[in-house]
């Protein structure tokens, strides 16, 4: 059982190029956590490279799943492990049918030993949770028929993101911007699917600059980013402060790292 | 024509006299071959210089490593395109020698529908077949459809009449063993408001099995006819393929042309449908799936004779280690065919650093009311996909597979025979590999 997912003073490039300085968070089943921060600050970063994403280059420190470090493991082990990714851009994936994906993957997540070209969970079994785990998201069942992400809005996208989220069932969720992109009443949706899917049940990380998505789902803990390090943790109320206020305090407070995100920007443009 | 000689024949004067000597047929056939065979004693051997062959080296190939009339194979021939499928007759042919699987219903012979060995059938429906054969692919072209034309023994003949509709599907299955050849020929006439499908397939039997095909398709889709073709080949990797492909398709006609050209060391195809009567419509599909140093060359031509028709050319080729495919496509518009749709495309997927596609697309239009859009793209995997793929538990393998497959499926959408959707989809999975 997955219970503890640990970032230890993690420090990540790409390219050479510094992004994350020394990250550390602890994240439990069960609990949520916001992490907040400007544009530029590393927070899909920390995403990625919890999922493996190939390109970053981690050079110091750790990420433990239950005090076992994952960072030898690739993207696939570490799905199968119980991680999970919701993406801010997910990939569209032309003459491959969503029904046909979420089967495979759901499989490989359900039995992690499984090898390559052993049978896929009953094709009967798979339709009938897929259905309603369809009908919960509002989602026309035609959409299981269609490509993945082929030609899909940006709230169909992020839908069948949660859908993702919702058949694979992950100890750990990492939500990338999940509500971005929609309106007023696909941002309800969303935000009360996760919580009835996830939230107090997987350790969930929400990256959000809404206060919608974390008023359905309110964080023990909110993180700020900036410049690559978390520089104050909190509870919820300091999300709310920084939806309501924006990040003018946290620059004054930390100007180092305030002045390494501003490069960081200049860098990236 | 029947063959009564197992010796082996040279491609040279002596070597073709033997053969003409060991065939029985009507005159106007071996005249035919004669005039064919002053045809590749006259023409050179195609070279880089000429703007076909510019990409296609062939200075390896060596005609005289094979011989006619080689032994038959021993290997069972394959059964993919119509597994599982009820067909109405089928035909085998072993390094060229033509044996009868099922046998066509006589309720059908009744109707006038003739399917079986054409180089036996020219001597009873001589007349019918002469009307037809070597007319559309002319031995002239160049030194390969001369040699074929000169040197065929056996084919397939299918003739549907007017109005007859079949149903089910006519199979063909072609294997080679080591250093044999095969000089099919293949003439398919669809009658004025018939429709057929053939389920054409040819392979090696082991994959180490040398050999030479050189062949010719041609296929006469009448008014209101419809015709559902698909050719899969899938030779092994030693296996020099040259062929010549032409359909003409008539008034309000249809033609469904599928292509899986999977095998053969060195593959050069030229395929060509006419659009001859008003309302013609073609559909091609293509898929190519290339590994090692295979070099697959395929030349369409789509050529808008008569106006309202209707062509679509798809081609989708994925391409493994250092292999390398040629696509040129052309859309050609007479200047009397107006209100012309006429589409090219051709896709490549890149599985390695060190493949090669390229793509030449061309149109060329007379008349002055037209739509026409042809296209190309060639690109390797997008490693974002593959990680997208792998976050939600596949292996590597698996979505580099998931990815090709996907890929082609375009192509398998606007193929509506089941069994041909489900042959090419398994043999496309089988040859993906591990991907750098």
């Not at chain 2, 993919?80 to 085998?92: I, P, R």
């Amino acid at each position: 059982m997955s219970d503890v997912l640990e970032i230890k003073d993690l420090h990540v490039e790409i390219e050479g190029k510094p992004i994350l300085r020394g990250v550390n968070l602890k994240l439990t089943k069960g609990e949520t956590h916001a992490l907040m921060g400007p544009n530029g600050s590393g927070k899909s970063t920390l995403g990625l490279v919890i999922m493996g994403h190939p390109n970053y280059e981690v050079t110091q420190g750790d990420i433990l799943l239950n005090g076992e470090s994952i960072l030898e493991m690739g993207a696939d082990e570490r799905a199968r492990a119980g991680i999970f990714m919701a993406f801010q851009r997910p990939m569209a994936i032309p003459g491959v049918k969503m029904a046909d994906f979420l089967r495979h993957a759901t499989t490989n997540v359900r039995n992690p030993e499984r090898k390559e070209g052993e049978d896929l969970i009953p094709m009967r079994e798979f339709r009938k949770e897929v259905k309603e785990k369809m009908s919960q998201l509002q989602m026309d069942p035609e959409f299981a028929r269609r490509y993945v992400n082929d030609g899909f809005s940006g709230g169909e996208m992020k839908r069948a993101e949660i859908l993702q989220l919702a058949m694979l069932q992950p100890s750990f969720a990492i939500l990338d911007e999940t509500d971005s992109g929609l309106d007023a009443d696909a941002v309800r949706l969303a935000s009360q699917s996760i919580n009835e899917i996830g939230h107090g049940k997987m350790g969930l990380l929400v990256i959000t600059h809404h206060d919608k998505l974390l008023a359905h789902n309110p964080p023990e803990y909110t993180h700020v980013i900036l410049g690559g390090k978390i520089v104050e943790t909190g509870g919820k109320e300091l999300a709310e402060e920084l939806h309501e206020k924006g990040y003018e305090r946290i620059r004054e407070q930390y100007p180092d790292a305030a002045a390494v995100n501003d490069g960081e920007e200049v860098v990236a443009t | 024509m029947t063959t009564a000689t197992t010796e082996k024949m040279t491609f040279t004067d002596e070597g073709f006299q033997s053969l003409l000597s060991s065939i029985t047929e009507p005159a106007w056939l071996t005249d035919q071959r004669k005039t064919a065979w002053n045809n590749f004693n006259d023409l050179p051997w195609p070279s880089n210089k000429d703007e076909e062959w510019m990409r296609t080296d062939i200075r390896l190939f060596k005609l005289d490593k094979f011989a006619l009339g080689g032994s038959a194979a021993t290997a069972a021939s394959e059964n993919v395109l119509a597994d599982g499928v009820e067909v109405a007759a089928s035909l085998k042919f072993q390094n060229g020698q033509c044996t009868v699987g099922q046998t066509l219903d006589q309720k059908w012979i009744d109707k006038g529908v003739i399917f079986g060995n054409l180089a036996e059938l020219a001597n009873e429906h001589g007349e019918l077949i002469e009307k037809y054969l070597n007319k559309l692919v002319e031995p002239s072209i160049d030194r390969f459809s001369a040699l074929h034309a000169a040197t065929w023994t056996s084919g397939t003949f299918l003739y549907v009449p007017r109005n007859v509709i079949i149903e089910q599907p006519f199979h063909t299955s072609a294997v080679m063993s080591d250093g044999g050849c095969d000089f099919g020929h293949t003439l398919v006439v669809i009658e004025e408001g018939g429709e057929a499908t053939l389920l054409a397939e040819s392979a090696s039997d082991a994959p180490e099995s040398s050999g030479l095909h050189c062949g010719a398709i041609e296929v006469y889709v009448a008014d209101r006819a419809n015709l559902r073709y698909v050719n899969l080949q899938d030779w092994s990797q030693k296996v020099w393929h040259f062929a010549h492909q032409k359909s003409t398709v008539g008034r309000d006609a249809n033609l469904q042309w599928t292509v899986g050209a999977l095998g053969s060391r060195l593959a050069k195809v030229n395929q060509h449908v006419d659009l001859t009567g008003e309302g013609a419509q073609s559909h091609v599909n293509g898929v190519m799936f290339t590994e090692n140093k295979q070099h697959l060359s395929y030349h369409t031509l789509q050529r808008h004779v008569a106006p309202h028709c209707i062509s679509d050319f798809l081609y989708k080729a994925a391409l493994q280690d250092s292999s390398r495919t040629v696509w040129r496509g052309m859309i050609a518009v007479d200047k009397d065919a107006q209100k012309t749709d006429g589409f090219q495309r051709n896709d490549n997927l890149l599985l390695s650093a060190k493949a090669r596609a390229d793509s030449i697309p061309g149109l060329e239009i007379l008349a002055d009311d037209v739509r026409c859009t042809h296209g190309s793209t060639s690109g390797r995997v997008d490693e974002e996909l593959i990680f997208y793929a792998m976050a939600r538990g596949f292996t590597r393998k698996e979505a580099i597979r998931a990815i090709v497959i996907g890929f082609f499926q375009q192509v398998f959408d606007r193929v509506t025979i089941p069994s041909v959707r489900d042959a090419l989809g398994d043999a496309i999975a089988r040859r993906v590999r591990e991907y750098e």
